[in-house]
């Protein structure tokens, strides 16, 4: 099975029922969920690919800010969540993928309320570092 990580980031965690709902009627198998606080060192740890760009410092804060809902999503889940949730920005997601779920519960480049791994190493990678964060919270 192709699993996903996907994250109700904190700008979305009061819509994180109806998210779920969605992702339930969309098809995906909920392999794992939980609910866990990332420390700002955890947040930068996810996103160290990120380290070093004007907006890091903020998006460690944004992630930390509250608590997030990963799930570990399978069946083909890495592309077609991807999909789902449409652009990184959910500002122009609004006009050029009004359907998607960024548009819907995000409102910036930076607050845009889901993340989904982009590939099968990120994916795994991810899963373990989510994992690991949720043990140590
Ligand atoms: P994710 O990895 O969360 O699924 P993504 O793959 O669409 O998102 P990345 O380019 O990996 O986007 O960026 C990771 C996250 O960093 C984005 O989801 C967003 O929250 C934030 N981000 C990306 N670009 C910017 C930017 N220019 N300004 C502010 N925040 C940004």
């Given at each position: 099975v192709e699993r996903t990580l996907a994250i109700v980031k904190p700008d979305a965690i009061h819509k994180s029922e109806e998210i779920e709902d969605i992702i339930l009627r969309s098809g995906f198998a909920i392999l794992q969920k939980r609910r866990v606080h990332l420390t700002p060192e955890q947040a930068s740890d996810f996103y160290a690919?990120?380290?070093?760009?004007?907006f890091f410092p903020s998006l460690v804060a944004y992630m930390s800010s509250g608590p997030v809902w990963p799930y570990v999503e399978g069946d083909q889940a890495i592309s077609y969540w991807r999909e789902l949730i449409g652009p990184t920005n959910a500002l122009k997601a609004r006009q050029t993928?009004?359907?998607?779920l960024r548009a819907v519960y995000g409102t910036d480049d930076q607050r845009n309320a889901l993340h989904g791994s982009d590939s099968f190493s990120s994916s795994e990678k991810e899963i373990s570092s989510v994992g690991q964060a949720a043990k140590d919270y």
């Open positions: 690919e990120h380290y070093g760009k004007m993928h009004p359907d998607c």
